[in-house]
T-cell receptor, first 114, second 114 residues
Framework: EAGVAQSPRYKIIEKRQSVAFWCNPI?????LYWYQQILGQGPKLLIQ????????DSQLPKDRFSAERLKGVDSTLKIQPAKLEDSAVYLC????????????FGPGTRLLVL | AQSVTQPDIHITVSEGASLELRCNYS??????LFWYVQSPGQGLQLLLK??????LVQGIKGFEAEFKRSQSSFNLRKPSVHWSDAAEYFC????????????FGDGTTLTVKP
């Protein structure tokens, strides 16, 4: 069974530029999560989807971050415009059901904003 | 709101020695507790979880954790550490059975000496 796929693995941009990350969850997993992990900290949930609907985006900085999961499968997270403090690893995870406690994480996208 | 504290930022143990990683949580109701491991450049992998029942929980890779309500702790243990256990370990507390609502600690980095 293929795991959670993310691309790109690394991205370097300048502040005020835009960037997009892509995630393909495990086949059949209804729930998809995006996390931000700043160096030296634990992951912080940005947004949670159940199929193609948003369950929780309370910690998503909506003035610059957006995410979509149009067909209930893969998802895109966008930052526009990027700030220096957005430098982090962006992790995508999926689980079979919203109530499922087992999340499967992708390898992450490491973003550096200069 | 819930919170998690991992008091030890970095721990070094010799290969074959026992290991205990500390985790303290703050949450008003019955917690749902998790331990994850993250190897360099990789996503997070679930080691074990506690929802209810037996307070001593067995996980993968020979790890176990004990839930102590009186001490608000969920410490991770392993009787004999292998060099491949070197990684970063995260404790998380969940709200209900929706694992995506978990709050993570800032992690403990484990170094294993030969």
């Amino acid at each position: 069974e293929a795991g959670v796929a993310q691309s790109p693995r690394y991205k370097i941009i300048e502040k005020r530029q835009s960037v997009a990350f892509w995630c393909n969850p495990i086949s059949g997993h209804a729930t998809l999560y995006w996390y931000q992990q700043i160096l030296g900290q634990g992951p912080k949930l940005l947004i949670q989807f159940q199929n193609n609907g948003v369950v929780d985006d309370s910690q998503l900085p909506k003035d610059r971050f957006s995410a979509e999961r149009l067909k209930g499968v893969d998802s895109t997270l966008k930052i526009q415009p990027a700030k220096l403090e957005d430098s982090a690893v962006y992790l995508c995870a999926s689980s079979q059901l919203r109530g499922s406690e087992t999340q499967y994480f992708g390898p992450g996208t490491r973003l550096l904003v200069l | 709101a819930q919170s998690v504290t991992q008091p030890d930022i970095h721990i070094t143990v010799s290969e074959g020695a026992s290991l205990e990683l500390r985790c303290n949580y703050s949450y008003g109701a019955t917690p749902y507790l998790f331990w994850y491991v993250q190897s360099p450049g990789q996503g997070l992998q679930l080691l074990l979880k506690y929802f209810s029942g037996d307070t001593l929980v067995q996980g993968i890779k020979g790890f176990e954790a004990e839930f102590k309500r009186s001490q608000s702790s969920f410490n991770l243990r392993k009787p004999s550490v292998h060099w491949s256990d070197a990684a970063e370990y995260f404790c998380a507390v969940g709200v209900g059975t929706n694992a995506g609502k978990s709050t993570f600690g800032d992690g403990t980095t484990l170094t294993v000496k030969p």
